[in-house]
Every structure is written in C-alpha cells, then in structure tokens.
C-alpha cells in the first residue's frame, strides 16, 4: 500500500463517499472515452476541420485532470485539490458546450464523464471541508 493511498484512507469522508477501490475501475473507462473523444477533436483539429481554438478547452481539461493527482497524493493537498476539480468541471462543461454544434456525438459520449466529475467535485469539496 502506498503512502498517497494510506493518507487517503485516513482523511474524513461523508458517507456517501465510494469505496477507493471504485474509482479504478471507474477512472479506466472514463479514460477510454476520453482517448476517443478527445483524441477525435484533436485530430480533426491537426488536419484542419476544426479550429485550434476549439481544442483549449479539450487540452486545459486534461492538464487540469491529471493534475489532480499531483494535487491530491503527491502534494496530499485538499484545497489544491478541490480548486482543481472546479477548473476540471469548467472546462467539461465547456468542451461540451464548445463542441455541440460541430461534432455532438463527442458531446453526448463525455455524459458519464461530467457526471462522475459532479460527483467527484462534491465529493472533494466534502473532504477538503471536513479536513480543513
């Protein structure tokens, strides 16, 4: 067991909070979706069918995604971590909204993923808030 994961076990949780095991499982097929999604608009962005402006949103949300961990095990920072899932449902949101009129589909497979970024969003704002 790593040390990330041990203080991670140990901080107060509401009692809603998953199992840790969940978020695996979870995290791998949201990544899958990602990989296409995202990897579609960026392509298309690279052979010139869609705008470069239309991919920020796309590259922010994943500087921002793989930034929480960083945030949340490595640094084992709450606040850092809760001010960045934020900026990870901001810019869901807006890759989803930006996206729409040009390639829905992308908008309609990044569901699941807004969904589990709400409920990871409350979830860290939970625990940054009874760890405070």
Do not use: E
């Not at 041990?6 to 998953?18: D, E, F, G, V």
């Not at 920020?56 to 809760?82: G, H, V, Y």
């Not at 869901?92 to 970024?117: C, E, K």
Request: proline share 6%; aromatic share 20%; with cysteine.
């Amino acid at each position: 067991m790593s040390l990330a994961y041990n203080w991670y076990t140990h901080l107060k949780k509401p009692s809603w909070a998953p199992p840790t095991w969940l978020f695996g499982p979870v995290w791998t097929v949201l990544y899958i979706l990602i990989a296409i999604s995202f990897g579609t608009v960026i392509y298309r962005a690279f052979v010139g069918t869609l705008s470069w402006l239309v991919t920020l949103p796309f590259i922010l949300n994943l500087i921002f995604n793989f930034s929480f961990t960083t945030f949340q095990f490595k640094l084992r920072n709450n606040f850092l971590a809760a001010g960045d899932i934020l900026l990870v449902l901001g810019t869901l949101v807006w890759l989803m909204v930006i996206i729409q009129p040009n390639l829905p589909w992308v908008t309609y497979i990044n569901i699941p993923y807004l969904l589990w970024v709400c409920f990871a969003t409350a979830l860290q704002l939970t625990v940054t808030y009874l760890n405070k």
